[in-house]
C-alpha cells in the first residue's frame, strides 16, 4: 500500500493569491529509509517537526542566530531535496489562484461542488492519482492518505473524499484504503509535502507572476532536476482553469441540483 500526504499551503500579497495542495507518495520501505535522515536533521536544529514557513525564513526552531547555525540552513537547503526526490515515488501539486476561481465558477457550480479549494483540490489530487494509478500499470495497489489534523476546511476535504469512496466508479478508479488527519509532527511524509508546497508558492509569487523577475531558487530547481520523471503539477488557472469547468456543463450540474432536491 503506498503512503500519501497531503498538504495545504497559501500565499498572498497586496495584489495575488496563491494556494496549493501538495501530494507526495511513498513506498512504505522507501518511506522508512526518508524517516530516518529526516529524523536527524531536525534533531540537529533540536526541533520536532519541520515548518517551511520557519525554516526558510529562520524562525522559531530555526533561528540562524550563530554561525554554526547558519552553516547547518545552508546545508540542509542542499539536503532537503535530495532527501525528498531520492524517496518519493510521486510529487502532484494541485494549484489555483483563488479569487480567479471563484470568479469564474458559476453560481451552480458553487452550489453542486461548493466553494472549498481545499477541497476540490483534494478531490483533483485523488483522481489524479488513480490516474498515476493506471498508467504505472499498478492495478493492485492502493493508498493509505494522510492529511494534517486542523487544516483549513477539514471537515469539507473530509465529506468529499467520503462521498468519492462511497460513489462505486469512483471509488474503483481513486483507491483510497483509507483518508486520516494527523498531527504534522507524527508524520514526517507531511512535512515533506509541506516543503514542496511551499517552494511552489514561493515560486509562483516570486518568478511566475509577469511582474515579478526575482530569480528561481536554487533549492527549488534542484528539486525539480532531481525529482523529474516523477512530478506532475496541475496549476489551474486561464484556459486550465476554464477547462476544468467546461468538464461539468451546465446540464449535467442542473441535473444534479434536482437530483438533490428529489
Known amino acids: 500500500m503506498l503512503k500519501a500526504y497531503m498538504d495545504r499551503a497559501a500565499k498572498l500579497d497586496a495584489k495575488d493569491e ?21 529524523n536527524r536533521m531536525l534533531k540537529a536544529w533540536g526541533a520536532k517537526a519541520f515548518h517551511a514557513r520557519d525554516f526558510y525564513p529562520g524562525t522559531r526552531d530555526f533561528k540562524r542566530d550563530t554561525p554554526k547555525r547558519q552553516l547547518l540552513y545552508e546545508e540542509d537547503s542542499r539536503r532537503i531535496p535530495q532527501m525528498i526526490a531520492k524517496s518519493i515515488s510521486r510529487i502532484l501539486v494541485i494549484s489555483f489562484r483563488p479569487s480567479e476561481f471563484l470568479q469564474v465558477a458559476t453560481g451552480k457550480w458553487k452550489e453542486v461542488v461548493g466553494t472549498s479549494l481545499h477541497s476540490q483540490a483534494a478531490q483533483i489530487c485523488l483522481l489524479s492519482n488513480g490516474d498515476w494509478l493506471k498508467e504505472k500499470r499498478l492495478p493492485h495497489e492502493s493508498f493509505a492518505y494522510f492529511m494534517e489534523s486542523g487544516d483549513e476546511d477539514e471537515a469539507e476535504v473530509l465529506r468529499s473524499v467520503a462521498i468519492m469512496r462511497k460513489h462505486e466508479k469512483t471509488a474503483r478508479h481513486i483507491k483510497v484504503a483509507s483518508f486520516t488527519t494527523v498531527d504534522k509532527g507524527q508524520a514526517k511524509g507531511l512535512e515533506a509535502a509541506d516543503c514542496v508546497a511551499w517552494h511552489w508558492n514561493k515560486y509562483y509569487m516570486d518568478t511566475e507572476r509577469a511582474e515579478r523577475t526575482r530569480p528561481i531558487r536554487k533549492d527549488f530547481l534542484s528539486l525539480v532536476d532531481l525529482a523529474k520523471g516523477k512530478s506532475q503539477v496541475i496549476f489551474a488557472t486561464g484556459d486550465d482553469l476554464k477547462y476544468l469547468f467546461s468538464l461539468f456543463p451546465p446540464e449535467k450540474l442542473e441535473a444534479e441540483i434536482s437530483a438533490r432536491k428529489s
Open 18 to 38: 496563491i494556494m496549493c495542495v501538495a501530494c507526495v507518495v511513498f513506498k512504505p520501505t522507501a518511506y522508512k529509509q526518508f524517516v530516518r535522515p529526516w
